[in-house]
């Protein structure tokens, strides 16, 4: 991860559950940077493999406070539902607003992995 902080317009890395986020200066070209960034990690770890990037799904909760967002555990706070969310294996973003839950997976994850997974944590945060 070094080598990226030396690629010119790589502001800096944030490190997230089954991704990072990489951010760049104001005025870089996206393109350039994505093509050093696979360049650079595919060197070090191979070729990327395949992702799903499934869209995100919409649960109902009983939950009637401010929108909230959380991409880990620790951004979950003590929130129990966003809590229960973060413990099953494949989420990587839960938004929450009055009544909904949006959760969103991480790109090595299917639904058909994961669904069972967030309908037992949501029941179990009740």
């Known amino acids: 991860m070094d080598e990226l902080l030396e690629v010119p317009g790589i502001r800096s890395i944030d490190l ?3 991704r990072a986020r990489v951010n760049l200066a104001p005025g870089i070209d996206r393109d350039e ?3 050093q960034v696979h360049e650079l990690l595919g060197n070090e770890w191979g070729l990327t ?3 799903r990037d499934e869209p ?3 649960f109902d909760v ?3 406070g401010p929108k909230l967002v959380a991409e880990s555990l620790r951004m979950a706070g003590s929130q129990p539902i966003l809590r229960a969310l973060f ?3 494949g989420v990587v973003e ?3 607003e009055s009544g909904l839950v949006r959760v969103r997976l991480g790109r090595l994850f299917s639904w ?3 669904e069972d997974g967030v309908q037992g944590a949501l029941k179990r945060s009740v």
């Open 33 to 35: 940077i994505t093509r």
């Open 87 to 89: 413990r099953v294996p």
């Open 112 to 114: 058909a992995e994961v």
């Open 62 to 64: 009983s939950y009637a």
């Open 56 to 58: 995100a799904r919409t």
């Open 94 to 96: 839960a938004i929450m």
């Open 16 to 18: 997230h559950r089954y």
């Open 49 to 51: 493999s395949p992702g």
